[in-house]
Each structure stands twice: as structure tokens, then as C-alpha cells.
């Protein structure tokens, strides 16, 4: 096994993100200690049951004491709170970085608090399921994933690049931005596809209740894959809209107008520009897949990556 990157790794927050680091850091040794927090003491005493750490406190200033690299994994708009609560407990020469879906809040939030000597980096690794808690957790969530940093104006570059190493032994690929530009990509490719799958899954739940229709049994034809992103944690995507407010709201302001004009087509019957757009839509999805960001298998590989099938013995 490799060296170590850290000896003390503090993971405050043990739902998907928190608890896939604690597994990918035991399995790559990138750390000899792992200390893990969360308010929740049923959550705590789950990730102790999976021996997720090495140790474990609902304190979060307990577990952030003598930290190299303190990991906040928390719903973004209670990222101002854990840096206020554990900023006395940092140590000097400490990084702290975050997971957070935006960054221009959170930095907002975080950075007044902090101390001299501790260098904050502000990340986002771009992975996930639907599934939330320390069970969903998996070693590989992040493997050839992006890990976007923002970082500030006096970013120490050394620090910086310790970061950037652990993220890329956890399997990902580094990239850096400003946080505004952050911002304005994710509620584009991440914000707005979770907003309109909750939209387009209420509707059809309204339409059930009203009509007694056959949307569930016939799931499968679409409706299906937007019930997947629909299932997310409530309390994180609450925390996204209200904390990436501007940019999602330029975002479905967009949306709208695209979404006039393909019901304009419809209406009148404009076959040419219907099949120009779905022709044009179709070769996104050939271009994610070429950027090894999908598989091109049935049902996008969901059931061979969920429940692999093991050797026989």
C-alpha cells in the first residue's frame, strides 16, 4: 500500500459523499487516521457499525483537532455554521475543502471564519446516486469523475496541489474554475435536469391521484429515469436552489424559452425543426459517452454498475 498523504483526515458529514471518501481513503491508505462526525447519533453510531472510521464524535470540533485534511460534506446551506463551530479547533498549516454544489455561497459562508495559516479550498467532486446515508457509499464513486476546485485569490499552490493529489487518488479528474463560472455550469448540467425531473414527477403524481392513470405501470417508456434523479435528498436540493438562486434562475429562464419555441413547433406542425432539434440533442449523448463520463450499454448501465455479477467460485 502507498504512503500516506495525510495522517489525520476529518470527515465532518457521512452521507454518500462522506462515507464513499472514508471507504476509498481506508482502501488506498490515504491516511492513518480517520475521524468522522455528523450531529446525528443514529448516523454515527451506522458509520461505527461499518467501521467507516477510526474514530467518531458528534462533535465536530473533537474531530477537526489536530486534522491535516478536515472534509465538510454537509447540505450547502449549513456550510457557514460547521466553519464558524470548528474554526477555533483548525490547526495552522490545515486544509479545508468542502463538497458543496455551490461554490460562490459557500465560500461566502465559510471563508470569514477562517484562520489564519489554515488553507480553505473550496471543491466539488461531480459524483453521485440517488441514494443518500452511510450505507450508499461505495469506494469507486469517484473513479474518472471531475473534482472541481475554486479556488481563491491566495491559494497556497502547494496546498492546492496535496489536494488535488488525494481527490486524484480517490479516482478523480482535477479541473479548476472561478466559482461564478462553477456556478453557472452546474445549474445547467446538474441544478436544472434534478429541478425539472421533481417538476415533471410531481405533475405525473398530481395526474395519477386525479385520474387513476396507468403512470406507474408504464414507468419504463421515460417517465422511469427522471424518477431516479427525483429520488435525491430533499434537504440538499432545497439548499441548492435557494444558495445557487441566480444562476438556476437564468437557467430555467432559458429553459422556458426553448421550451416555447419546441411547443411552438408542435402546435404547427414543423417537422423540419423538430427533427432538427432532436437530431442535434441526440449527438449529446454520443458526445458524454466519448468523454468517458457514460457507458453506452441498455438502461445506461445503472443495473450492471448497481448489482455487478460476481465470478463464479
Known sequence: MSQPIFEKIALLGIGLIGSSLARVIRREGLARHIAISTRSAATLARAEELGLGDSYSTDAREAVKDADLIIVSVPVGSSGAVAEEIAPALKPGAILTDVGSTKASVIAQMQPFM?????????????????????????ELFENRWCIFTPLPDTDPAALEKLSE???RCGSNIDTMD???HDMTLAIVSHLPHIIAYNI????DDLEAVTKSEVIKYSASGFRDFTRLAASDPTMWRD????????????????????????????????????EMFT????????IIDAGQEVDVPNFGREAIEHPVKPAE
Not at 252 to 264: C, G, I, V, W
Open 201 to 204: 414527477v410531481g405533475t405525473a
Open 166 to 168: 488525494f481527490w486524484r
Open 115 to 139: 484562520p489564519e495559516g489554515v488553507h480553505f479550498i473550496p471543491g466539488h467532486p461531480l459524483a453521485g446516486t440517488e441514494k443518500s446515508g452511510p450505507d450508499a457509499g461505495f469506494a
Open 240 to 275: 441548492v436552489c435557494l444558495h445557487n438562486k441566480d444562476a438556476i434562475l437564468e437557467m430555467l429562464a432559458r429553459f422556458s424559452e426553448d421550451l416555447a419555441s419546441l411547443q411552438r413547433a408542435i402546435r404547427w406542425g414543423d417537422g423540419d425543426k423538430l427533427f
Open 179 to 181: 466559482p461564478e463560472h
Open 280 to 287: 442535434r440533442t441526440r449527438a449529446i449523448r454520443r458526445s
